[in-house]
């Protein structure tokens, strides 16, 4: 029994779908221009698609799995699960209007008229906010509506925000963030499921290393002590003696968003030598 993996083929989510299954030990075999490809060290396969379809194919049983970014997921409503959140293509959905319009709140987009590729999210949205407005579909190009005399305001993609300004546009409603999530297909049988099940598991330890980062210090044996309750680790830092008298080096683990802070409080309780390193997988 093999699974099938269904990524864009193409585009901004295709290169980090395919390092995540590299980093998950997957090596994938795959020529320009494929369409299919195998996996010689692990019993899966990988269908290059455009992203729009990888919903339909997985609520389909064509493909068992499939990366697409939390907006597409919503956009195609197809009957999938969703498996996890895979950290990446990072980016939210948001409301925009032109920089001069003086905006007071949602109220604004009644009797107006939106453009936006996503007509089922925005409609969604509006509806649970009781805001009347015309939803205008078009499939690329959505900041240039408002210049076009099209619509009012736009309903689309921000990632830095550089397209909104340089097409005069402010942003002014988050409705959703969205970053790549795995789907899979509802009625997996147990064997796919179990391969289903490694594979999440090596995503978590991936997941876990990256955002961690392997610590080694030194300190005078009477600052241990004090280095230990600023450290929080996996379960109590490792602690070797140095060969200089009275000084030990610790081991242990932070994590990255509290790295910073961290590292700060250790200097201050007498810490030296401070080293850093990136980790490649955790296990638990
Ligand atoms: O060909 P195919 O249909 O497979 O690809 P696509 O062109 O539909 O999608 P693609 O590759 O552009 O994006 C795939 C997914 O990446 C999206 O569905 C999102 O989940 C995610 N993502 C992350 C983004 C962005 N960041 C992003 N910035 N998708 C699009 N954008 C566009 C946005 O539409 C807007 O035009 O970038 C512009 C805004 O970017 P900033 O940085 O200027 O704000
Ligand atoms: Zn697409």
């Known amino acids: 029994m093999r699974l099938k993996i269904a990524i864009q083929k193409s585009g901004r989510l295709s290169e980090q779908s395919k390092s995540l299954l ?9 020529g320009k221009n494929q369409l299919m490809a195998r996996s010689t060290n692990f019993p899966i396969d990988f269908l290059f698609l455009r992203d729009d379809d990888i919903p339909q194919y997985v609520e389909d049983g064509v493909s068992d799995l ?3 970014g939390e907006n597409v997921w919503l956009e195609k409503s197809k ?28 109220d604004f987009f009644n009797n107006k008229n939106i453009a936006t590729s996503y007509p089922i999210i925005l409609k969604k949205y509006l509806d649970e906010n009781n805001i009347n407005a015309a939803i205008h579909e078009i499939s690329g190009s959505v900041e ?21 300004m340089s097409n005069g546009l402010k942003e002014v409603e988050t409705v959703l963030d969205s970053e790549a999530i795995l789907i899979t297909n ?16 090596r995503i978590e330890s991936v997941q876990r290393a990256k955002n961690s980062k392997y610590v080694v210090l030194n300190a005078p ?31 242990s683990v932070i994590s990255e968003d509290k790295f910073w802070e961290i590292i700060g409080k250790l200097k ?9 390193m990136p980790i490649e997988k955790m296990v638990f």
């Open 79 to 106: 009957k999938v699960a969703v498996a996890k959140k895979l950290g990446f293509s990072k980016c939210r959905m948001c409301l925009a209007v032109p920089k001069a319009t003086s905006y007071s709140g949602l």
């Open 66 to 68: 499939g990366i697409v």
């Open 22 to 30: 590299k980093e998950c030990g997957i090596k994938i075999n795959n």
């Open 144 to 164: 240039i509506a408002p210049n076009i005399g099209l619509a009012e305001g736009i309903f689309d993609i921000v990632s830095t925000g550089s397209t909104l």
């Open 268 to 276: 201050t309780a007498g810490a030296e030598g401070i080293l850093v």
């Open 221 to 251: 044996n009477n600052r241990i002590e004090i280095i230990t309750d600023i450290l929080p680790g996996m379960k109590s830092p490792t602690i070797v003696p140095l060969q200089k008298e009275g000084w030990s080096a610790l081991h």
């Open 186 to 201: 509802q009625n997996l049988p147990s064997e796919k499921q179990t391969l289903l099940n490694e594979l999440l598991f």
